[in-house]
Nanobody, 117 residues
Framework: QVQLVESGGGLVQAGGSLRLSCAAS????????MGWYRQAPGKQRELVAT???????NYADSVKGRFTISRDNTKNTVYLQMNSLKPEDTAVYYC???????????WGQGTQVTVSS
């Protein structure tokens, strides 16, 4: 099993920045890809960004150029640096991990990000 715990959410004004962190514990060696998804009220959960163990990244078009995902494999932690935040970035942000051998998804409990206009 893998446990994911997010931190770093909060309230920020439009144009501001936040950094989310996600610490993984347990059988972390099973997890290759890690990333962030978000879910706004009344909307489906959507991909924000992912990063694999080799450092290859993938971003949603809506966050390209504003958000940066990174990971520290020595700390089993993935980060999401969010700059130039917009009100439409308001959502619950979930940390995600994928075990390719067991084809299992892992999710954190979510952290609220609210961007005021």
């Amino acid at each position: 099993q893998v446990q994911l715990v997010e931190s770093g959410g909060g309230l920020v004004q439009a144009g501001g920045s936040l950094r989310l962190s996600c610490a993984a514990s347990g059988s972390t060696w099973r997890v290759n890809t890690m990333g962030w998804y978000r879910q706004a009220p009344g909307k489906q959960r959507e991909l924000v960004a992912t990063i694999n163990s080799g450092g290859n990244t993938n971003y949603a078009d809506s966050v390209k150029g504003r958000f940066t995902i990174s990971r520290d494999n020595t700390k089993n932690t993935v980060y999401l640096q969010m700059n130039s935040l917009k009100p439409e970035d308001t959502a619950v942000y979930y940390c995600y991990g994928f075990d390719p051998l067991r084809r299992t998804d892992y999710w954190g409990q979510g952290t609220q990000v609210t961007v005021s206009s």
